[in-house]
C-alpha cells in the first residue's frame, strides 16, 4: 500500500530541555543532536538562541555539525530573537527559523495586543523571518484555545508573510483526539494557502493523549509531528517520539504513513536522553520502558515461548532491543566491553572506552557478574562525571549503626584542590550531603532523593537520583554504585556541578526560564 510520509521534527533539545532539571551539557547536546541526526528525524529543533551563550552556542555547534536534518531554532514575535536565532542556525545546510507567539485570549491579554496589533505583529515578523530564512515555521501558542476564526485569520497573514510550516500547538496539552484531527481538518478546507504549506501538531500530555492527539492530527492531514524523546518536556512532558513513530509502523494497517527514522536506534538514544537529562524512563513506559517487552506471568510466558506472536505486536528489536545476552566478569577484556556496548547501542570513543573499562574492571572485583544493566547504569555514571566538573568527590569512608550520630570523613577536589571535612548527620546519607555541605556551602535544596536496585541480589549496583533546587534553577545529578552512600555522594555533588553551569548560564545571558512569553509580544 502506497504511504504518505510524515515528517518528524524532534524538540528535545528545546521543550525537552525546559523540563525542570533536564540540564543538558553543550557536549550532551551535540551528541543527542548527532544521534537524532543519524536516526533520521527530519527537523532538529536544537535550542532557542535569544534565551543564553550557551543556548546560542550548542544551536551554532549543531548546525554546523549538522547532516541530513534541517536544523531549527526558536525565536518570540520579534526582530531580536529572529536575528539571533538565524545568526546560529545559518550554518546548517538546511536552516529553518521557527517564530511563535501566543494567540489565545488568555496570552494575547499578557502583551496586552488586541486582534488587529497582534496580526499585524504577526505580519511584520515573519515576512522578517522569511526575508532571513526560506525555510520559516511560525506557531500560534496555545492555538487549541484559540478562537477558531481568529486562528484562521492569523494562519492566513502567516501563509502570506512567507511561513512554509504552519505548527498547530496544543500547549497545555487540553484537546482531545476527535478535537485534534476537527481542527487540522477544518484549518485546510478553512484557510486559503493551506494547500501550499505543511501543518504541524505539537501536543503536550497534560491529559496522557499527546500521541494521541498527535496521531489523530495527523488523520486530520497534519503531515509534521513535533515529538521528544521519551516524551521529555515541560509539566507531563510531549508527544513521545517512539510512540508515534513505533504506532505508524506497527498499525500502518489503519495509518498508512512512513516515516524516515530507522527504529533500530530508538533504544539507543531513549537510553542517553535519559542518562544526559537525569529523567530515568517509567518501567512501564511505552516502546523504551524496562517492562515493555518482559512477560512476568505464566500465561504470557508460556504463549510467548510457543509463539511471541501471542503476546507481542512488535519485536525488541526493531526498537533496538538485543536480548538479555551472557553476562561480562572480571576476566572480560576490553574488546568483549565494547562489543556488548555496541550490542546495546552505545558507540564509545576510544578515550571514554579506557575510563569506563577502568571503571567495569572495579566493578567485576566487587561484583561476579555484570550484568547490561550493570553496564548502562556504569557508562551513565561516567557521562554524568565531567572532567571539566568543579566539583569531584576524591575519597569517602561512613560510620554509621545503631548509635548515633552518623559521620562522614570526606574529601572533595573543589577547582582544583583537595578539600577534607568529617560532617555528622541523622544516618549515613544524611552525613555524608553535610560533608559535601561544609566543603562548598550553598543554599540548594533538596528536592528529591531516589535510590533503584540495578539488578537483583545484595552485591547489585545502586543508581542515585538526586535533584536540586536554588533560585528557581533545578538541576538532576545520577550515579551508580555498589556502595550506595558513594552512588549518593556523587550523584548529589553531580547535581551541584549542574546547577553550576546553570547559574552561569542564567549569567552569561537570558534564561529560558526566566524569558517570559510576555516578551513574545
Ligand atoms: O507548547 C508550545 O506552544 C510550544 C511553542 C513554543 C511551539 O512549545
Ligand atoms: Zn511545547
Redesign the pocket.
Given at each position: 500500500m502506497a504511504t504518505e510520509h510524515v515528517l518528524i521534527f524532534d524538540?528535545t533539545l528545546r521543550?525537552g530541555e525546559q523540563s525542570p532539571g533536564a540540564t543538558m551539557t553543550h557536549s550532551e547536546k551535540l551528541e543527542i543532536a548527532e544521534m537524532l541526526d543519524d536516526m533520521g528525524v527530519d527537523i532538529i529543533e536544537a535550542g532557542f538562541p535569544i534565551a543564553s551563550e550557551g543556548d546560542f552556542n550548542a544551536v551554532t555547534e549543531i548546525a554546523k555539525r549538522s547532516k541530513d536534518a534541517t536544523i531549527c531554532g526558536l525565536a518570540r514575535a520579534n526582530f531580536k530573537d529572529i536575528d539571533r536565532c538565524y545568526e546560529a542556525v545559518k550554518h546548517a545546510a538546511s536552516p529553518r527559523i521557527h517564530t511563535f507567539i501566543g494567540t489565545s485570549p488568555l496570552h494575547r491579554a499578557i502583551p496586552n495586543l488586541n486582534q488587529d496589533e497582534m496580526a499585524e505583529k504577526i505580519h511584520e515578523t515573519v515576512t522578517h523571518a522569511r526575508n532571513l530564512c526560506d525555510n520559516v515555521q511560525w506557531s500560534p501558542m496555545d492555538a487549541t484555545r484559540t478562537e477558531y476564526d481568529y486562528l484562521c485569520r492569523v494562519i492566513e497573514i502567516a501563509i502570506k508573510a512567507g511561513a512554509t510550516t504552519i505548527n498547530i500547538?496544543d500547549?497545555v496539552g487540553y484537546t482531545a483526539p476527535g478535537e485534534s484531527a476537527d481542527l487540522i481538518r477544518r484549518l485546510i478546507t478553512d484557510v486559503p494557502g493551506s494547500d501550499d504549506i505543511i501543518y504541524a501538531t505539537?501536543c503536550?500530555n497534560d491529559l496522557g493523549m499527546a500521541t494521541a492527539n498527535a496521531l489523530a492530527a495527523v488523520e486530520g492531514g497534519a503531515r509534521q509531528i513535533e515529538c521528544t524523546i521519551n516524551g521529555l518536556?515541560?509539566r507531563a512532558g510531549?508527544t513521545a517520539l517512539e510512540e508515534v513513530v513505533m504506532a505508524m509502523k506497527v498499525r500502518g494497517d489503519i495509518m498508512p504513513y512512513h516515516t524516515g527514522i530507522d527504529t533500530k536506534k530508538i533504544m539507543a538514544i531513549s537510553r542517553r536522553v535519559a542518562t544526559v537529562s537525569g529523567f530515568n524512563v517509567q518501567f512501564n513506559k511505552a516502546i523504551v520502558g524496562k517492562n515493555a517487552f518482559a512477560h512476568e506471568s505464566g500465561i504470557h510466558q508460556d504463549g510467548m515461548l510457543k509463539n511471541a506472536e501471542t503476546f507481542e505486536i512488535m519485536r525488541p528489536e526493531d526498537v533496538g532491543l538485543t536480548g538479555t545476552s551472557l553476562p561480562l566478569g572480571k576476566h572480560s577484556g576490553r574488546a568483549a566491553l565494547r562489543a556488548k556496548l555496541n550490542e546495546l547501542g552505545i558507540d564509545l570513543a576510544d578515550n571514554q572506552l579506557k575510563d569506563v573499562f577502568v571503571r567495569f574492571k572495579e566493578l567485576a572485583d566487587r561484583k561476579k557478574e555484570v550484568f547490561d544493566d550493570d553496564l548502562l547504569a556504569l557508562v551513565k555514571a561516567e557521562a554524568s562525571d565531567e572532567q571539566s566538573d568543579r566539583l569531584q568527590v576524591k575519597f569517602l569512608r561512613v560510620i554509621c549503626g545503631t548509635e548515633a550520630p552518623q559521620s562522614a570523613d570526606l574529601t572533595m577536589i573543589v577547582d582544583g584542590k583537595e578539600v577534607q571535612v568529617t560532617a555528622q548527620g541523622d544516618g549515613p546519607v544524611d552525613a555524608t550531603f553535610n560533608a559535601v555541605k561544609a566543603i562548598f556551602p550553598h543554599g540548594a535544596r533538596l528536592q528529591l532523593y531516589q535510590v533503584h536496585a540495578v539488578t537483583e541480589g545484595t552485591d547489585a549496583q545502586a543508581t542515585v537520583s538526586v535533584r536540586m533546587e536554588e533560585n528557581g534553577n533545578i538541576a538532576t545529578g545520577q550515579s551508580a554504585d555498589t556502595d550506595t552512600v558513594v552512588a549518593s555522594a556523587k550523584a548529589y555533588v553531580n547535581a551541584l556541578n549542574r546547577l553550576l553551569v546553570k547559574h552561569a548560564r542564567s549569567a552569561g545571558g537570558e534564561d529560558f526560564k526566566t524569558v517570559s512569553y510576555k516578551d513574545a509580544g
Open positions: 524538540t521543550d500547538p500547549t505539537h503536550h518536556g515541560e510531549n
